[in-house]
C-alpha cells in the first residue's frame, strides 16, 4: 500500500534548520551519524539533494542525490548516486522509498549519464524493480619489498584550522591520480575526512601529498591520493615504512602494471547500476573510489 500522499514532499531544504535537524535525527537513528558538523564547517554544497518525506516537520523517510562528476581517462562523466536510503520505523511499509526513487528517476534519468547506487543485502530485489542491474567492480593491489625505507608519512590533525586550509587548498588544486575519480569531490571528501577517516590522513613533505589511508598490521589501505601532480605511486608506498609488504588501492590507478586485480568483495554491499553509459561498468575493469560512496 502507497501512502505517500499522506505527507509532504520536500527537497533542497539544506539551509531550512528544522528539517535538517529533523533530518539529522532519523540519519543518527538509522546509521549513526549526521550531517551537521559537515554542515556548519559549509562543505555541505550543492551536490547533496535530499528527497523527503514530512509528517508535520518531521522527516520520516529520505532518499538523497548525489551529483557526482567523474573523469575516465580524460572523459567527463555525468553521474548520480543515490544515498541515504531510510524510513523511520514507524511508518514502514508503505511505499515511501519506492515513491522517492521514481521522483528521482523521473527527475534525473534524462539529466546524466547514468545512476547507480550501493544497496545493502536485504533490499537486493528492491532495486531492479527501478531498472537497476548489478555490477562487479575491480581492485588493485600489490606485494611490495620495503626493506631500509624509513617512515615518513606523518598523521595529519584536520581540527587544527591551518592544517584544514592547507588540506582543502590542495584538494581544489589537486589533479587526478587514477583512471577513474571524481572531479567535484571537496564536500564528500571533507565528509568522510572530518568524521570516519579523521585519523587517516597522512602527508609526505618530499612530495607535497596528503595520502587518505589505513594501516592494519603490515598492510595498507590507500583511499585517496591529493596532490597538484602526478605522483609515483611507489615513492607513496615507500613513505609508510618497511614494515609495509602489502598495498591496496580504493581507487583505480593510472597505470595497472605491476598490480594483482581482485573482485570487490564488501560484505553486504553490492553495486547497482541503471543507464546505458554504466552497463559494460563490470567489463572496464574499474571500481568507484572508496571516498565517493555516500
Not at 540519519?27 to 514530512?54: D, M, Q
Not at 615507500?238 to 591496496?248: L, P
Request: hydrophobic fraction near 35%; charge should be negative.
Amino acid at each position: 500500500m502507497n501512502n505517500s500522499t499522506n505527507y509532504r514532499f520536500v527537497t533542497n531544504y539544506r539551509d531550512n534548520s528544522n528539517l535538517r535537524n529533523s533530518l539529522n535525527h532519523l540519519t543518527e537513528k538509522t546509521y549513526g551519524f549526521n550531517f551537521e558538523t559537515w554542515y556548519n564547517a559549509g562543505f555541505w554544497g550543492e551536490g547533496y539533494i535530499p528527497y523527503s518525506l514530512c509528517d508535520g516537520d518531521k522527516i520520516i523517510a529520505n532518499v538523497s542525490v548525489n551529483l557526482m562528476d567523474f573523469d575516465y581517462n580524460g572523459t567527463e562523466k555525468k553521474y548520480i548516486q543515490i544515498g541515504t536510503v531510510m524510513t523511520d520505523k514507524s511508518y514502514r511499509n508503505q511505499g515511501l522509498s519506492r515513491f522517492l526513487i521514481n521522483k528521482i528517476m523521473e527527475d534525473w534519468k534524462d539529466k546524466a549519464d547514468g545512476i547507480y547506487l550501493f544497496a545493502n543485502d536485504s533490499v537486493l530485489e528492491f532495486y531492479p524493480k527501478f531498472g537497476f542491474v548489478p555490477s562487479k567492480e575491480f581492485q588493485y593491489y600489490k606485494e611490495i619489498s620495503q626493506n631500509g625505507h624509513e617512515l615518513s608519512a606523518k598523521r595529519i590533525d584536520l581540527t587544527n584550522d591551518c592544517n584544514q586550509n592547507k588540506f582543502v587548498s590542495l584538494v581544489k588544486n589537486s589533479i587526478s591520480n587514477g583512471s577513474f575519480v571524481m572531479k567535484n569531490k571537496l564536500g564528500l571528501l571533507m565528509f568522510y575526512v572530518t568524521s570516519f577517516m579523521k585519523d587517516c590522513i597522512y602527508y609526505i613533505k618530499e612530495q607535497d601529498v596528503y595520502v587518505i589511508a589505513e594501516i592494519d598490521g603490515q598492510s595498507l589501505f590507500i583511499h585517496d591520493i591529493i596532490a597538484d601532480h602526478i605522483i609515483d605511486l611507489d615513492s607513496v608506498f615507500q613513505a609508510f615504512g618497511s614494515e609495509i609488504i602489502k598495498v591496496t588501492l580504493g581507487f583505480t590507478p593510472l597505470c595497472t602494471d605491476g598490480y594483482m586485480q581482485i573482485e570487490v568483495n564488501e560484505e553486504d554491499t553490492t553495486l547497482f547500476v541503471y543507464g546505458e553509459d554504466l552497463n559494460d561498468f563490470s567489463a572496464k575493469r574499474i571500481m568507484f573510489p572508496t571516498l565517493t560512496h555516500a
